[in-house]
């Protein structure tokens, strides 16, 4: 179950990106990477030891994004939450 709502809060985030995009550039690739990061983790999950820098990353993005974007960083608080639930 974990899995399957970290999956959907990707795929809101991704959405939220394609609607109300960041201000930069970088921004907006830091965010597609964490994604990617979460992605790779997610398939790999079995075969891989978690990543706690992942948990660090989407952090410091909910930072990031609190003020500019507070949609997106509410996302990623759920984000994180997922990931922490799933012991990664």
Do not use: Y
Request: net charge negative; glycine share 2%.
């Amino acid at each position: 179950m974990p899995a399957s709502r970290l999956q959907q809060e990707l795929i809101d985030l991704q959405h939220q990106l394609k609607t109300n995009p960041p201000h930069t550039e970088e921004d907006r690739e830091s965010l597609e990477m964490l994604i990617r990061d979460i992605e790779l983790q997610m398939a790999h999950e079995e075969s891989t030891k978690p990543d706690s820098n992942l948990v660090d990353g989407v952090n410091l993005a909910v930072e990031r994004f609190e003020v500019s974007h507070p949609t997106v960083a509410n996302t990623l608080r759920s984000i994180m939450q997922s990931l922490v639930s799933m012991g990664i």
